[in-house]
């Protein structure tokens, strides 16, 4: 196996990583339409800031504002997935130009694949102004990326030498069913961040204003607006929509805690049983970071770090899934 194609592979796993935060960052100061157009901004391939170009720019929009600070974030933001782009091309060079690979070859189609339709989504949530459906999901495609990426390194980096007992599976099933649980979790976070829902629910453990909670309301959605930017749903709407991103996070630590303790406790190997840890022992950080961020009024930085939390929990389950998928021995028979 050649090591420019692990160094690559690691170096595009760490990236992936970046970009989520970046997105991240980008939503949490709301700098999603720091540059109106797409791929440039105003126009230009970076921020306009000479006299000519900040009146080109007014010039071909204005309805808009060139704000240095939001244009750059979103700029950086874009160069950093267009990076990861490219570097998803040379992944899919090196799936059809070598041989005995450790990584199946149609994770890394599915992958370029993926990547372009992320692409595409980046456009829309430019073009679309924020329309909160695609802003969702543009969030779960760069978690997506992040997942394929963190699937080829469990192929390239985990030994070979490392075998699963099979006495340490824990029903087949469970652990598709909790890393769904999990990413559905995952979702409703980014339709919360999309909505502006976040500051619509203070209090702990419940919102203070829980009587205007309403599944009725949770089916006004957000369409038919110009722009989408600062949220269009009313309050109570958006209240319900962080009421049930609360709620389904008990559900997800629950299950995600049985699913790792079973695990755990089936497992003879400190691989696995570490993994189930870190996973425990993420799944309680989060819920402490959820709630800290309630109580501090939505700080950017501690939100952001939620925000990785949940790239973490994901991987860290993913591996644990892995381990169990492809690292079994077979029965003796």
């Not at 990583?17 to 980008?26: D, I, P, S």
């Not at 992320?118 to 695609?134: A, D, E, R, S, Y």
Request: net charge neutral; aromatic share 12%.
């Amino acid at each position: 196996m050649s090591n420019n194609y692990k160094y690559l592979t690691i170096f595009s796993t760490v990236l992936a990583l970046l970009v989520v935060a970046l997105g991240a960052y980008t939503r949490l100061s709301n700098a999603g339409l720091g540059c109106p157009d797409w791929p440039g901004c105003y126009g230009f391939l970076t921020v306009p800031n000479t006299e000519g170009e900040l009146l080109q720019a007014a010039n071909a929009f204005p309805n808009s504002t060139v704000e240095p600070l939001k244009a750059w974030i979103e700029m950086i933001h874009r160069y950093f997935a267009s990076s990861l782009g490219l570097l998803v091309i040379a992944l899919l060079f090196f799936a059809f130009n070598k041989v005995n690979l450790a990584v199946p070859r149609k994770l890394t189609v599915s992958l370029f694949v993926l990547i372009l339709f992320q692409g595409f989504l980046g456009m829309l949530t430019v073009t679309m102004n924020l329309q909160p459906f695609i802003v969702m999901g543009h969030l779960l495609g760069g978690f997506c990326i992040l997942a394929l990426l963190a699937l080829h390194c469990f192929h390239l980096l985990t030994p070979k030498s490392i075998a699963i007992h099979k006495s340490s599976t824990f029903n087949g099933y469970m652990s598709e069913f909790s890393i769904a649980i999990l990413v559905l979790q995952i979702a409703l976070g980014g339709w919360v961040a999309a909505n502006y829902a976040a500051p619509h629910c203070v209090g702990l453990p419940i919102c203070e204003n829980i009587h205007l909670f309403s599944t009725e309301s949770l089916f006004h959605l957000p369409v038919g607006e110009e722009n989408y930017e600062y949220g269009v749903l009313p309050f109570e709407t958006r209240l319900s929509i962080h009421m049930v991103h609360r709620g389904w996070a008990v559900v997800t630590l629950l299950v995600l805690a049985v699913w790792a303790w079973k695990v755990y406790q089936a497992s003879e190997e400190a691989l696995l049983k570490n993994a189930s840890v870190m996973l425990i022992v993420g799944l309680i950080t989060q819920i402490l970071l959820g709630a800290i961020i309630v109580q501090l009024q939505f700080p950017i930085l501690i939100t952001l770090f939620h925000n990785l939390m949940a790239a973490i929990l994901l991987m860290t389950s993913l591996y644990i899934w892995f381990l169990l998928r492809y690292r079994v021995q077979p029965e003796v028979v």
